[in-house]
């Protein structure tokens, strides 16, 4: 197979910018190999003569082309170096053909989902082989209820930073993702630590409402405005379920001061805030808000996942909890299920650990403010009057319609075009929300402008019968 020169990487990633050489480096080979720009299976030159040829320092080269190999993007291979991976062997779309029943393809894509094809493969395998090496027999009977200690205390570093939060691995309890974290914590608020009634956003995820209501507790919905939740509409409860960094579905930030009213509400009343952060590492227009948690960590649990950052295929995350339900969450955990995967979670310790999970994060990131962008700036075009909703976060982005038809047409449309969507009334106790939910982070592409013609005409359509 050809051997690539400095001068064909030259010739693919154009004129090397004064900063940021590292990102021109790793997201121009990126680019490249994605559009079959170098060919699959060409070798790369060595660190020292990219370097030398492309004008950058060696750690540099070496920096990019690691983090490429986690990605899959390109492979280390013993003897031959490294080259060009062939990203067409990847099993990255659907099978050609009718799909089986029960196939993921029949599915679905839920308006909150990443996007697939940006999963980490390759550093996530590489974490699963190095997490197995490590993991002593000891490790391989029945789990710890509370989580693997590695990952707990992984965690509890990440979430210090990430989300300016304080976090011991001792507050952490690893669970199924944010819907059993909020079902296990519901049943222990039923079980007699608190009382039945829960306060909801209104509107709030369908899914979140279920889980709470299947443990067995009575759902209050309070409304949310422009500011986040109405606080001053706060009723008397045990709790309160909230996504103050990214309100869900609505993409508004919860106030500052409506943050201390909610923190002030729940510790007042000895109530608990289950703060749902499902979404709230992926801002792209500057740091996310701290969590909730930091203002008050005996009144607030903290729930995440990685559903929105990694895949919510591997069913994990976390609740980080206060000390006054810990022991029942683990307990109701233990009766629930015994433990999530030990190895699943020795993994993502590790990738935690060696950097190949931030650098994802970043990478993410990076991709969906792109992808955002791009949808908006098409929208401001076509339809700049399309009443899109919600800070430059998450996966997901509103668009308010004016009645029922015109919400119907735009999600069954989009839908039909293979875009996931959910109609806004589906997240709503209040008869007249209407609008649509689009799962923003898969369109990209060819489908950008057919997305903005769908929520123009049902924009448009709705408001021509008014
Ligand atoms: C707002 C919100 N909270 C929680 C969840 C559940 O997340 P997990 O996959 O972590 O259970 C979802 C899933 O889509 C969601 O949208």
Redesign the pocket.
Known sequence: MRRLQPEDLLLVLGARPRAEVGAWLRDGLRDAVAAGRLEAGATLPSSRSAAAGLGVARGTVAAAVDELVGEGVLESRPRSGVVVADLDRRPRGTAPGPARPGAAAERPA????PDPALFPRAAWARAVRDAMRELPDAELGYPDPQGLLGLREALAAHLRTARAAPVEAEDVVV????????ALLGEVLAGGLGGRRVVVEDP??P??VG?LRGAGLEVVPVPVDGRGLRTDALPDAAAAVV?PAHQ??LGVVLAPDRRRELVAWARDGGRLLLE?D??AELRYDRQPVGALRGLDPDHVAL??????LLS?AL???WVVAPAGVREALVDTKRRADLGCSVPEQAAFARLIADGAYARHLRRARLEYRRRRGVLLDAIARAAPHLPVEGVAAGL?LVVRLPDGDGEARAVSALRAAGIPAEPLSSTSAHPATWGVVVGAARVQGAPVPRVVEILRSAAEGAAGRV
């Open positions: 839920s308006v909150g989902a669970v199924s993702g944010v819907a059993q974290g909020l709030a995820s899914g979140v889980q996504t869900f579905p749902d499902y979404d729930l995440g996942s990685v559903s929105k919510p069913r994990l995350g997901h």
